[in-house]
């Protein structure tokens, strides 16, 4: 789970980041997840409910470079669904430093 409130996150690990209220299409994550199809459709629930409740930011957050961070950690956690997150090619990909996002169980 990638979170930018971990402490509401009950079960598994979460990688916590900042809060970000732009919106971004994650319709390709959701289809990326190695899960049951009833499994993708309650993520898509929940985050249209929170799309509802949090309406984006008129804020161009187009520098925010943390999402690449999450999928540096996506890429050690599943590494054979790394080619289906990641669409920038790997050139144009930024160097984070090791333990910029937090993790917690």
């Given at each position: 789970?990638?979170?930018?409130?971990?402490?509401?996150?009950?079960?598994?690990?979460?990688?916590?980041?900042?809060?970000?209220?732009?919106?971004?299409?994650?319709?390709?994550?959701?289809?990326?997840?190695?899960?049951?199809?009833?499994?993708?459709?309650?993520?898509?629930?929940?985050?249209?409910?929170?799309?509802?409740?949090?309406?984006?930011?008129?804020?161009?957050?187009?520098?925010?470079?943390?999402?690449?961070?999450?999928?540096?950690?996506?890429?050690r956690i599943f590494p054979r669904l790394a080619p289906a997150v990641r669409k920038d090619?790997?050139?144009?990909?930024?160097?984070?430093?090791?333990?910029?996002?937090?993790?917690?169980?």
């Amino acid at each position: 789970m990638v979170d930018d409130k971990p402490e509401f996150v009950t079960h598994g690990k979460v990688l916590s980041v900042s809060e970000y209220n732009q919106h971004i299409p994650i319709d390709d994550l959701i289809y990326s997840m190695p899960c049951s199809e009833a499994h993708r459709q309650v993520a898509r629930d929940v985050l249209k409910d929170d799309l509802e409740k949090h309406p984006p930011s008129r804020f161009d957050q187009a520098g925010d470079r943390e999402m690449f961070t999450v999928i540096e950690h996506l890429d050690r956690i599943f590494p054979r669904l790394a080619p289906a997150v990641r669409k920038d090619p790997p050139a144009r990909r930024l160097t984070i430093p090791t333990g910029a996002v937090k993790t917690e169980d």
